[in-house]
């Protein structure tokens, strides 16, 4: 997977990452990972590139440090434990302060080397700037490759592909578990959309929902316990809610319009959907029990097409697909203001979904014609483009935080 | 009506590679050759014998094309639904899927609702014809399967249509 960075943050934080000792026996470059972490994420600037390695046992000279441009400086040193079990050792330094930050022992074996390299990246992040990183959640999306279609999971940067579904037809609407253990999906597999739950650590999956009709837009409740999902078993597409283990199925919307593309609030108590029932589609809000009791709140107003919702962690900001003159826009509605910001300068925009800091959105679109995924920061700064060459990549998602 | 099953090939199961975390232990499942089932999709052996296969018989155009953004039925495809209902009723264990398209403008889960709406109402025409809604289900591809990948508007008009599948089992 290729990764260009298109415009940087404002005032780019200075960090030094020095060469971990002894990484070159490794399948993977623990310091070259965090530093392109690093960099993408559009808060830092790497002042180091080379190969010089700082012994991680003696307190480094902050003066030198210093005077080579670096605020902050990691360094490191990878240990074989037994065959293929690594102990990765990292530790930060304020540069500034001339203190340590204390730092890291990770354990790993030779196939999650990346992972202990985020995980590093994400306590240089919290340390210096005090957010909690990303980097070690995960994406999944679907790469079209001639006819045949693969949902995969990817590390954060795109990298590192798993393969958890591979079919000869199109898979849709992924949505991570809140433990993200699980993806709910949508496959066309069966001449018509079926949603199942699949369990990434067994490869095991059930049919969540496979009534007459379709059956689509899965989208977890908080508590993991339920879904709501779209059917057309009466007619019409409606919002339905049912138990993750498919039992337990209820109706939330009541319209002869279509109702589609329910996504909770992150305190479980609304869903924000897509309706057309003023004659376009359009972003509404209704109670998480439906709109038996109260009738769903219209949302989005400043665009003739608004679909696609998706809430932010901290449920401040709705992102949203808006069409707009022919086109299909990523925009960011502030939900106390109502005020909305087009973060894109592309056309065919699609599947926003927000990292598990809020920090940024991911999104599906269109660049020279091909198929790719692109993720913009909240505060419009650093966008990526994620493409891979002679594929089609779409439907992407964003995976919650891990435990750790 | 004598029916036979396409061979639908399912592999399940084929461990592709495990994936480690630290915490978690990911592995997927491969689902191989799914649905080579098709539009009129039977085997071979008696493809010829479906009336529907028949390039002579009413049943044989299966398509019912729509305008932007609309999904009425126009007066021209009057006669092949009323074909095909004089067809359903006469053979109450034929069942078809009526499958749903929209051109690719528009987000996934939208077009998806509007090429359902398609498909319905080609039910609710069928329907208006004395067909039992059991012999019948209305769905939709959305704009995921493209019968046209142009990004024109001959395109666009091809792929905003719906399909009636006879399905064979």
């Known amino acids: ?404 | 009506m004598k029916t036979t099953s396409p061979q639908r090939r399912l592999a399940l199961a084929s461990i592709l590679g495990a994936v480690s975390f630290l915490g978690a232990c990911s592995s997927g499942v491969k689902l191989d050759d799914l649905s080579t089932v098709k539009a009129g999709g039977s085997d071979s052996s008696n493809f010829a014998s479906q009336p529907w296969n028949d390039p002579k018989s009413p049943l044989f155009q299966r398509s019912i094309y729509f305008d932007f953004d609309e999904f009425t039925i126009k007066p021209q495809y009057q006669n092949m639904l009323q074909a095909g209902a004089a067809f359903l009723k006469q053979n109450p264990q034929q069942k078809i899927m009526i499958q749903g398209n929209t051109d690719d403008r528009g987000t996934a889960e939208y077009n998806l609702a509007l090429g359902q709406r398609r498909s319905d109402a080609v039910r609710r025409a069928f329907a208006a014809l004395g067909v039992p809604d059991g012999q019948m289900e209305a769905v939709s591809l959305g704009k995921e399967k493209p019968k046209s990948e142009g990004n024109n508007e001959a395109a666009w008009a091809e792929n905003r249509r719906a399909d009636i599948i006879y399905l064979t089992k």
């Not at chain 1, 490191?76 to 022992?105: A, F, M, W």
């Open chain 1, 1 to 404: 997977m290729n990764i260009e960075i298109k415009g940087v943050g404002q005032s780019l934080y200075p960090v030094a990452v020095s060469r971990f000792k002894d990484e070159n026996k490794l399948p993977v470059s623990i310091t070259d990972v965090v530093r392109q972490n690093l960099a993408r994420s559009g808060y830092f600037k790497n002042t180091e590139v080379g190969n010089g390695i700082e012994d991680d046992q003696v307190m480094p000279n902050f003066k030198i440090w210093g005077s080579r441009g670096a605020d902050a400086l990691a360094v490191g040193s990878v240990t074989e434990k037994s065959p293929g079990q690594y102990e990765v050792r990292y530790r930060l330094y304020d540069i500034r302060k001339g203190e340590s930050l204390n730092g890291l022992i990770v354990s790993a074996s030779a196939d999650n080397l990346r992972l202990a390299a985020h995980r590093i990246s994400d306590d240089i992040i919290f340390k210096l700037l005090g957010e909690k990183g990303v980097f070690s959640t995960r994406l999944s999306y679907v790469i079209k490759e001639g006819k045949r279609f693969r949902l995969v999971i990817s590390d954060a940067d795109g990298q590192n592909i798993r393969n958890a579904l591979n079919s000869s037809e199109p898979i849709i609407s992924a949505a991570w578990s809140p433990d993200g253990q699980k993806i709910a999906y949508v496959s066309f597999e069966d001449r018509k959309p079926i949603v199942y739950v699949h369990e990434l650590a067994s490869g095991r999956r059930i049919v969540l929902s496979n009534a007459k009709g379709n059956n689509s837009a899965p989208s977890w409740a908080p508590d993991g316990k339920s879904l709501a999902i779209s059917l057309s078993k009466d007619g019409n597409t409606q919002i339905y809610r049912v138990n993750a283990d498919g039992s337990n199925l209820r109706r939330l919307t009541q319209g002869g319009t279509i109702d589609t593309e329910p996504q909770f609030s992150p305190d479980g108590k609304f869903i924000y959907f897509t309706s057309d029932r003023g004659g376009n589609p359009q972003i509404y809000r209704m109670s998480a029990e439906g709109e038996r009791g109260e009738p769903a709140r219209r949302i989005s107003f400043k665009q003739p097409y608004a679909t696609s919702a998706r809430i932010s962690p901290d449920g401040k900001y709705l992102a949203y697909i808006a069409g707009v003159g022919g086109g299909f826009k990523l925009y960011l509605m502030n939900l106390l203001t109502g005020d909305t910001t087009a973060m894109t300068d592309t056309s065919f925009d699609e599947s926003p979904s927000f990292a598990a800091n809020g920090r940024y959105i991911l999104y599906a679109t269109q660049v020279g014609g091909k198929k790719v995924l692109a993720a913009v920061s909240v505060d419009g700064y650093v966008k990526q483009i994620l493409s891979i060459p002679g594929s089609d990549v779409r439907q992407p998602s964003w995976g919650p935080f891990m435990d750790q």
